[in-house]
């Protein structure tokens, strides 16, 4: 806006004084009328002298005078949202903030700087960091940030307007991997949460002393180097291996364990047979009478007999456990 305003009335300044001037240094006499004139004045008659224009001061001047609205306006300036406006003195920093909206200081006495309070962001890829063994580590680190209004007039005066290169980088750059360092390479990427949160405190106190406000930290693609996993995937398949031989050693121990309950299932199976066998035989002892005894003396005679005689009211003439008796060597 000021400069807009300062080109516009230096132009009609401008303007002014060439049109005061121009048409004078313009004016020339022609060359047959002063022929004529200086031929009628050495005949001696009567002539009309030659009048230059004159420069025109009053237009001159006026443009002169447009100049100092110009120089008035180079004061104006425009503070955008998100902005704020921080006022100089003969080069001191006042302590006035001025708000988004139009501000004026005086040319030559006063001066604004513009510092953005919008949120700033800083990003890093393939951030190095090691861990507790001094393993290397690698992320991508993404810092939001921004200025606190109320601080802008002591940044302005002690940091300058590279305060970001100056501040807020180094310490970013140097915090993240001052937490890592404290953490052991096999639990690392488990703690990221862990060590985010820890890297956005440090560096909120860090920062704040400074007027600098973070507002997140964000930490991705964390992980080791190539060569590390390299190592961690050839470690898992050697254990993969020793898993493998592990399981097949279990199995073959279930297997020969299989094998001795089966065995041993089967010959308590065979003492139970035997058990029974033995039951069996007691039982059928205490159930066999004389009666029984003779009936089966009688079906073991022969297969072929059909017909027994004997005298009446008289005992058998066979002594029928001499049957039974195995025959004599």
Do not use: C
């Not at 962001?121 to 063994?133: D, L, T, V």
């Not at 052991?184 to 406000?213: M, N």
């Not at 507002?215 to 993969?240: C, M, T, V």
């Amino acid at each position: 806006m000021g400069l807009f305003l300062f080109l516009l009335f230096a132009i009609l300044g401008i303007a002014l004084i060439v049109w005061g001037i121009v048409p004078s240094a313009l004016d020339r006499e022609d060359v047959d009328t002063k022929y004529e004139r200086r031929r009628a004045e050495a005949l001696g008659q009567p002539t009309t002298p030659y009048v230059p224009t004159k420069p025109s001061y009053v237009k001159i001047l006026l443009g002169i005078l447009m100049f100092i609205p110009a120089i008035l306006a180079t004061g104006i300036t425009q503070v955008n949202a998100g902005e704020l406006g921080v006022v100089r003195r003969f080069g001191a920093v006042t302590g006035e903030v001025i708000q988004p909206g139009l501000g004026y200081a005086i040319p030559f006495v006063s001066s604004i700087d513009i510092v953005d309070t919008k949120v700033r962001q800083i990003r890093i890829e393939n951030y190095a960091a090691a861990s507790k063994e001094q393993q290397d580590l690698f992320m991508n680190l993404t810092l939001n940030y921004h200025v606190d209004p109320a601080a802008a007039p002591q940044i302005v005066q002690t940091i300058g307007s590279d305060f970001e290169a100056k501040i807020v980088q180094p310490r970013f750059l140097d915090i993240p991997k001052s937490i890592t360092d404290d953490y052991p390479t096999t639990t690392v990427l488990k703690s990221r949460d862990e060590i985010r949160q820890k890297a956005s405190q440090l560096l909120r106190e860090a920062l704040a002393p400074y007027g600098f406000v973070v507002d997140g930290l964000s930490l991705e693609n964390f992980g080791y180097s190539a060569e590390y996993n390299a190592s961690i995937e050839q470690k898992q398949i050697e254990q993969q291996k020793v898993e493998t031989e592990r399981q097949k050693l279990e199995q073959s121990k279930i297997v020969a364990q299989t094998a001795v309950e089966q065995a041993k299932g089967q010959a308590q199976a065979q003492i139970e047979r035997a058990r029974g066998e033995a039951e069996s035989n007691r039982l059928i002892a205490q159930s066999l009478t004389e009666e029984i005894l003779t009936n089966r003396y009688i079906e073991k005679l022969s297969d072929k007999i059909t017909t027994v005689l004997v005298p009446s009211d008289n005992g058998f003439i066979l002594d029928l456990g001499s049957m039974l008796k195995p025959p004599a060597e």
